[in-house]
C-alpha cells in the first residue's frame, strides 16, 4: 500500500525560501509519476509541479516555474519541493501525490492520481 507522508509546512515572511519533504513507501515507484499539488482556502486543488520517478524529468505550473524546485533525493525515499521567493498567494495545503500514468496524459489533473499525503500548511504572511 502506497504511503506519502508530507512535512515542512509553515509560517514564513514574503520573500522566504521553505523545503517540503515527502516521503514514499509502500512500494517500487519506477515509471510513476510524483506531483505536488496545493490548495488555498475557497478555490480548487492546483497543480504546482511533477517529477518522473524514473526519469527525472519536471513539469511546473507556470505560477511556480523558476521559483519552485522538484527533486527526488538521493536515497530514492523523498520527493523535495524546493520554494524560494514565496508570495502570500502561495499560501495553501501543499499535498503530495503519485500514480503510474500513462504516457501523453494531462499530469495538472488532480483525478489523474490515486495516491495522496495528509497534507502540509504553508503560510506567507505580508
Known amino acids: 500500500q502506497v504511503q506519502l507522508v508530507e512535512s515542512g509546512g509553515g509560517l514564513v515572511q514574503v520573500g522566504d525560501s521553505l523545503r517540503l519533504a515527502c516521503v514514499a513507501s509502500?512500494?517500487?515507484?519506477?515509471?510513476?509519476?510524483m506531483a505536488w499539488f496545493r490548495q488555498a482556502p475557497g478555490k480548487e486543488r492546483e497543480f504546482v509541479g511533477a517529477?518522473?520517478?524514473?526519469?527525472?524529468?519536471?513539469l511546473y505550473a507556470d505560477s511556480v516555474k523558476g521559483r519552485f524546485t522538484i527533486s527526488i533525493d538521493n536515497t530514492k525515499t523523498t520527493i523535495n519541493l524546493e520554494m524560494n521567493s514565496l508570495e502570500p498567494e502561495d499560501t495553501a495545503v501543499y499535498y503530495c501525490?503519485?500514480?503510474?500514468?500513462?504516457?501523453?496524459?494531462?499530469?495538472?489533473?488532480?483525478?489523474?492520481?490515486?495516491?495522496w499525503g495528509q497534507g502540509t500548511l504553508v503560510t506567507v504572511s505580508s
Open positions: 501525490a503519485s500514480d503510474l500514468v500513462q504516457p501523453g496524459s494531462n499530469l495538472e489533473r488532480p483525478d489523474l492520481y490515486t495516491n
Open positions: 509502500g512500494r517500487t515507484f519506477d515509471r510513476y509519476i
Open positions: 517529477i518522473g520517478w524514473s526519469s527525472g524529468a519536471t
